[in-house]
């Protein structure tokens, strides 16, 4: 059973060559996406900037992500999705190659590298539903979509091992400008190979306002109870990563560890952690939805708690791993769900809702994060969110409609 498991994902690349070049297309752009925040977190740190200026950066992507993405997920369910996801990587790629170059020349500011990733951000925004939306065209239905977006998974995890930790020597020994840069190129590789894909006909869709698809999406997704809780999760322990590890993890490692060199290593760790959960949602792809959307946010806590009661890097990397595993199973799981579970023609929609509320809370954490630490620490945050991510999984396992949830009993009314 379990080599008929493995071979499965082999026989999807062998026969199906739509899936082959979207799954390199993906690839091209997550070798530098993996290692992109490492560079622009130390840019910052070198041009003398801290916490709070980390923050503001993050904050100009993610505020126009906010603002763009219900529009992106109408659209993508409106325009051709692979249309949407080409002309993203190539804005991506220029914004990060400009960034890329203002660094290395010694001319970026923190309004320069904000500037670039609120373009980065209005991109994104298009990209995600566009692109989850399209696996479905590729892929059909039932194990072989399980195992079409594991597969995604697997090949990203491995280039998130070796990447991070190349990464923070690169930086070590040169310029976290070079980090950045790549991540352009590999954008642009990206959109190349994008380009190269042939999509099978779909349906023609009844063509209607604007307003009115929009208002569908919403009512479609805030039908579902169990889509609510998830999501409402989802945003607690983003924002939470977002102010723990994205802004503080730089800082804490500059603080408490040896820079850049030993957190690279802790997120190679959280690589590996997302490679074995790769491999584990194919050998036992879960059942039980809900109740596994409710344990993987525990191993994040766990990390954090590591990072505030001052553990030894090891400590640290192996929970880091537990993390990486418990997210991808997450991820797999609840995008192979969604994406069996809701019409194809509401997709995106539904994607781009739950993308948008899951990141709400996000920038408000990039805000607080820098301010909070000076207030009360960094280790002192670092708690605070352990703990916010452990209550927010008790509440969303208090939902009948969560823990009933399991892959089978899909509805798609």
């Known amino acids: 059973m379990m080599h008929e498991r493995l071979r499965a994902p082999v026989e999807l690349l062998r026969t199906n060559p739509g899936y082959r070049r979207y799954a390199l297309a993906r690839i091209s752009s997550t070798i530098g996406t993996t290692v992109a925040p490492l ?9 003398g900037g801290g916490a709070a200026a980390l923050g503001l950066v993050l904050m100009g992507g993610l505020f126009v992500f906010i603002a763009v993405t219900p529009a992106a997920g109408v659209l993508a369910d409106r325009l051709p999705r692979l249309s949407i996801i080409v002309t993203c990587q190539i804005v991506c790629g220029v914004c990060q190659l400009i960034a890329g170059f203002l660094v290395l020349g010694g001319a970026a500011s923190v309004w320069s590298l904000a500037g670039l990733e ?20 590729l892929v059909p239905p039932g194990p072989m979509l399980v195992q079409a977006n594991a597969l995604l998974q697997i090949a990203n995890n491995a280039v ?19 980090i950045i840069a790549w991540d352009g190129i590999t954008f642009l590789a990206s959109a ?18 604007f307003l009115a698809d929009l208002v569908e999406g919403w009512t479609a997704f805030q039908s579902r109870r169990w889509l609510w809780a998830l999501t409402m999760l989802s945003s607690l322990t983003s924002a939470c990563w977002a ?44 059942a039980r939805i809900g109740l596994l959307m409710c344990a993987t946010p525990i191993p994040e806590a766990l990390l954090m708690v590591g990072m505030a009661t001052n553990a030894p890097l090891l400590v640290l990397a192996g929970a880091g791993a537990l993390t990486g595993a418990a997210g991808t199973l997450q991820l797999i799981a609840w995008t192979s769900y969604l994406q069996e579970a809701i019409p194809t023609e509401q997709l995106s929609r539904i994607v781009a809702t739950n993308a948008l509320i899951a990141t709400l809370l996000v920038p408000v954490a990039y805000a607080v994060a820098g301010p909070a630490a000076e207030l009360i620490g960094v280790r002192g945050v670092l708690g605070g969110c352990a703990v916010i991510v452990l209550g927010g999984a008790a509440l969303a ?17």
């Open 39 to 47: 560079g622009l977190a130390f840019a910052i740190i070198e041009s």
């Open 118 to 137: 609120m373009l980065v951000g209005a991109a994104g925004a298009f990209f995600q539903p566009a692109a989850k939306g399209l696996v479905p065209q």
């Open 160 to 178: 998130a091992i070796i990447g991070p930790g190349l990464a923070g020597l690169v930086i070590a020994l040169s310029s976290p400008g070079i």
């Open 192 to 209: 190349a190979v994008f380009l190269t894909l042939r999509l099978p006909p779909s349906p023609q869709r009844e063509r209607r306002r």
């Open 243 to 286: 102010a723990g590890v994205s802004v503080l993890g730089p800082i804490y490692a500059t603080r408490y560890l040896d820079g850049a060199v030993s957190w690279g290593l802790v997120t190679s760790a959280i690589g590996i952690g997302l490679a074995c959960g790769s491999i584990t949602s194919i050998l036992f792809p879960p």
């Open 397 to 413: 396992a208090c939902s009948r409609d969560v823990r009933q949830l399991i892959t089978g009993r899909m509805n798609r009314a």
